[in-house]
């Protein structure tokens, strides 16, 4: 069985569709670029400021500036601009009866990470709560998986009882430079075999079926 079980925040627990890609239109229009919200969702889960570089080849400057502009709208509008998938509450709390440890393990600003799980009553769940800092730091997922376990007191010999679970390449690639399992979900925003391609030990389609694995794991 799995002791202690990382999730993932946008994508994973909740839907951030809306609030990410009407907050990167948001940053963008300031450079003078229309994009339609329905192009902008490659942005839900890498870090934002690797993004925009990626995407609209913003050089570094122009990149900060377009991070503080999504910021602008995301902080008080696009932050609540999501919900929670249904069945999650369910399943974190038979997690939290079955005497697991649960924690988050995100990209988002930590500070962001905290309100979201507030308003949506997810708080009570989680032992551990760890995002990126607001001036950069530890964006790398691998990093943010890295401080949870610190966090967690996970000892070398105790990572095989860890499981990570995440909707993009970046959750698989980051719990691999930690060497724990790594679970996707395809309910959320990966493309078809990024999953796999990434390393992911399994994969589910659904919530029900992350509640079906943890029945036998």
């Keep these: ?65 377009a991070l503080k502009k999504y910021r602008e709208r995301f902080k008080d509008i696009g932050i609540f601009e999501n919900g929670v998938y249904p069945g999650i509450h369910t399943l974190l709390s038979d997690l939290k009866k079955q005497g697991r440890s649960i924690a988050l393990a995100t990209s988002k600003p930590e500070v962001y990470a905290r309100r979201i799980l507030d308003k949506y009553e997810l708080m009570p769940y989680f032992d551990v709560v760890v995002g990126s800092e607001m001036d950069g730091r530890r964006t790398d997922k691998g990093e943010v998986i890295t401080e949870v376990l610190r966090q967690l007191q996970v000892a070398d010999g105790q990572r095989q009882e860890v499981l990570m679970i995440g909707d993009r390449l970046h959750d698989m690639i980051g719990a691999g430079k930690n060497h724990v399992d790594k679970l996707g979900v395809y309910y959320g925003y990966a493309h078809e075999g990024e999953l796999e391609e990434a390393g992911a030990d399994y994969t589910v389609c659904t919530v029900e079926e992350l509640y079906d694995f943890f029945k036998a794991h």
């Design 1 to 65: 069985m799995y002791r202690y079980i990382l999730f993932d925040l946008d994508g994973t627990l909740t839907d951030p569709k809306e609030g990410i890609t009407k907050c990167v239109q948001y940053a963008l229009q300031y450079f003078g670029i229309e994009a339609d919200t329905e192009d902008l969702v490659d942005f839900i889960g890498p870090p934002l400021l690797e993004s925009f570089q990626k995407y609209y080849q913003l050089d570094d400057a122009q990149g900060h500036m």
